[in-house]
């Protein structure tokens, strides 16, 4: 082993000793690139070396880091974070919830559909899943524990709806994902779409069938009322503004009208008027608002910061190449490959933030996938040679299948015990009675129902190909 994959290793050894310490995540990114760039020098001046690191990387760093400044598809990151908290302070979804909840009176599990349901909304409409777990754990843990529901049923269904913010669209996630590797935004937006509404499905299905079963676990409540156009029209009245908000966002996307940048203004300034209609809209709720969305902003772009200096240290001391040929020499074949790759994202989801791993990891481990022999053309007609009617396709649809399929790795590892990140979101705001063994038998289903959802990702291609190549027709 030479002196290049030695420090390599190091580097990444480093990295994972740091994260323990508790100290803040861009500073030990930068920190450690910093110290691996003097290692890297001194070894090429006392060991006679050529390491490839050397102190030009300086001037290297500061033009990535004005590159990333600059980058206009970037400030769709604050205007999403400013439209999810803002959603989140309209009290939209409060009122969701509770005319959603009499549309499903008569139906055992109703207040569970109705939490699955609105979380759905929530994941399109902010895409934030700390946001998403919080609001439907202050909203609804405490109702159904009132109605008698089974509190690991309960909480569960609030953790495995809250996550779904990470996937589907107009995802944070995947914004950072398509900028990264140098894809279409609306286009993995596209792909994201089913794989999302299919988990969602999947969630109410399971929500239904296992009250059906257990009757005990969700009682109906005493004070249900009479399914009436009355209750309809209630239903309509509290989803409409919010679908509509979304629709304005995705479908200005999705028909070329706007880019995501231009679209996340639009989701913006009409989160700002849906406040402003509930008569939520007012100064204080707009310095919380513009508050949050600093410190969530500024809590991603210094990671973004740091990201960017250790990748660049690392690629130059051959990480890439490194990390290629480790992983190409498995004799696992193309799919045994993808799974070892699926399975480290899934562990690494354990101790990392999704952005720790978007920045760091994703770029490392796309050259793989686009080495692997898998052909995503054998599994839907519509991608022909990488062109459509004539038409050239920039995007490659093997980079965008692989992104989806981290997005649900990366949302089940924030559901699984021990360390999920969206059991603590919960854990914080859980009522009294509720203790941390509940919340990890409630996900243990969501888990099961995730990893479902994976494996049919991954043998159906098509599911996450087929509406991005349409957009081309």
């Given at each position: 082993?030479?002196?290049?994959?030695?420090?390599?290793?190091?580097?990444?050894?480093?990295?994972?000793?740091?994260?323990?310490?508790?100290?803040?995540?861009?500073?030990?990114?930068?920190?450690?690139?910093?110290?691996?760039?003097?290692?890297?020098?001194?070894?090429?001046?006392?060991?006679?070396?050529?390491?490839?690191?050397?102190?030009?990387?300086?001037?290297?760093?500061?033009?990535?880091?004005?590159?990333?400044?600059?980058?206009?598809?970037?400030?769709?990151?604050?205007?999403?974070?400013?439209?999810?908290?803002?959603?989140?302070?309209?009290?939209?979804?409060?009122?969701?919830?509770?005319?959603?909840?009499?549309?499903?009176?008569?139906?055992?599990?109703?207040?569970?559909?109705?939490?699955?349901?609105?979380?759905?909304?929530?994941?399109?409409?902010?895409?934030?899943?700390?946001?998403?777990?919080?609001?439907?754990?202050?909203?609804?843990?405490?109702?159904?524990?009132?109605?008698?529901?089974?509190?690991?049923?309960?909480?569960?269904?609030?953790?495995?709806?809250?996550?779904?913010?990470?996937?589907?669209?107009?995802?944070?996630?995947?914004?950072?994902?398509?900028?990264?590797?140098?894809?279409?935004?609306?286009?993995?937006?596209?792909?994201?779409?089913?794989?999302?509404?299919?988990?969602?499905?999947?969630?109410?299905?399971?929500?239904?069938?296992?009250?059906?079963?257990?009757?005990?676990?969700?009682?109906?409540?005493?004070?249900?009322?009479?399914?009436?156009?009355?209750?309809?029209?209630?239903?309509?009245?509290?989803?409409?503004?919010?679908?509509?908000?979304?629709?304005?966002?995705?479908?200005?996307?999705?028909?070329?009208?706007?880019?995501?940048?231009?679209?996340?203004?639009?989701?913006?300034?009409?989160?700002?008027?849906?406040?402003?209609?509930?008569?939520?809209?007012?100064?204080?709720?707009?310095?919380?608002?513009?508050?949050?969305?600093?410190?969530?902003?500024?809590?991603?772009?210094?990671?973004?910061?740091?990201?960017?200096?250790?990748?660049?240290?690392?690629?130059?001391?051959?990480?890439?190449?490194?990390?290629?040929?480790?992983?190409?020499?498995?004799?696992?074949?193309?799919?045994?490959?993808?799974?070892?790759?699926?399975?480290?994202?899934?562990?690494?989801?354990?101790?990392?933030?999704?952005?720790?791993?978007?920045?760091?990891?994703?770029?490392?481990?796309?050259?793989?996938?686009?080495?692997?022999?898998?052909?995503?053309?054998?599994?839907?007609?519509?991608?022909?040679?990488?062109?459509?009617?004539?038409?050239?396709?920039?995007?490659?649809?093997?980079?965008?299948?692989?992104?989806?399929?981290?997005?649900?790795?990366?949302?089940?590892?924030?559901?699984?015990?021990?360390?999920?990140?969206?059991?603590?979101?919960?854990?914080?705001?859980?009522?009294?009675?509720?203790?941390?063994?509940?919340?990890?038998k409630g996900v243990v289903p969501f888990i099961i129902l995730q990893l479902i959802g994976l494996f049919m990702i991954a043998m159906w291609p098509q599911l996450v190909v087929w509406l991005p190549a349409m957009a081309y027709q």
């Open positions: 082993m030479d002196i290049q994959s030695i420090l390599v290793i190091m580097m990444f050894l480093t990295f994972i000793g740091l994260l323990f310490t508790g100290y803040p995540i861009p500073f030990v990114l930068a920190g450690v690139a910093a110290l691996f760039t003097l290692i890297g020098y001194l070894s090429d001046i006392y060991l006679d070396t050529w390491t490839g690191v050397d102190f030009m990387f300086v001037g290297m760093v500061v033009n990535r880091i004005y590159k990333l400044m600059d980058n206009w598809v970037l400030v769709a990151v604050p205007m999403f974070i400013f439209m999810g908290l803002m959603l989140d302070k309209s009290g939209v979804a409060e009122k969701m919830m509770f005319s959603i909840q009499d549309l499903f009176g008569k139906v055992r599990g109703g207040l569970a559909v109705t939490v699955a349901l609105i979380g759905i909304i929530l994941a399109a409409a902010t895409g934030i899943i700390g946001a998403s777990v919080v609001l439907l754990g202050l909203l609804s843990v405490p109702t159904m524990l009132k109605q008698g529901y089974n509190k690991p049923l309960a909480v569960g269904v609030v953790c495995g709806s809250g996550t779904l913010g990470i996937l589907i669209p107009p995802s944070i996630m995947l914004v950072i994902m398509a900028d990264q590797l140098g894809l279409s935004v609306g286009d993995l937006f596209m792909g994201a779409v089913f794989p999302g509404l299919i988990l969602g499905t999947m969630y109410v299905a399971y929500i239904l069938i296992s009250c059906y079963f257990n009757p005990k676990w969700a009682p109906l409540p005493e004070d249900r009322k009479e399914l009436n156009f009355k209750v309809v029209l209630n239903v309509l009245k509290s989803i409409l503004p919010t679908a509509g908000l979304i629709i304005a966002v995705l479908g200005s996307i999705f028909m070329g009208i706007t880019t995501p940048t231009e679209a996340s203004g639009v989701g913006a300034l009409g989160a700002t008027v849906l406040a402003a209609i509930n008569k939520k809209f007012n100064f204080k709720t707009l310095k919380e608002v513009m508050h949050g969305t600093f410190n969530v902003t500024g809590y991603i772009f210094g990671i973004f910061i740091g990201a960017t200096c250790f990748a660049l240290v690392l690629r130059g001391l051959g990480g890439d190449e490194l990390i290629m040929s480790a992983l190409t020499g498995l004799p696992l074949g193309p799919y045994g490959v993808m799974a070892v790759l699926l399975g480290s994202v899934f562990i690494l989801g354990f101790f990392l933030d999704w952005i720790e791993i978007t920045l760091i990891m994703l770029p490392l481990l796309a050259p793989v996938v686009a080495g692997l022999d898998i052909s995503i053309t054998e599994h839907s007609w519509i991608w022909v040679n990488g062109n459509i009617g004539g038409t050239l396709l920039v995007d490659s649809p093997d980079l965008i299948w692989f992104c989806v399929l981290v997005a649900v790795s990366l949302q089940t590892s924030f559901l699984t015990p021990p360390v999920g990140f969206a059991i603590f979101y919960l854990r914080g705001v859980a009522p009294e009675g509720i203790e941390l063994m509940h919340i990890y």
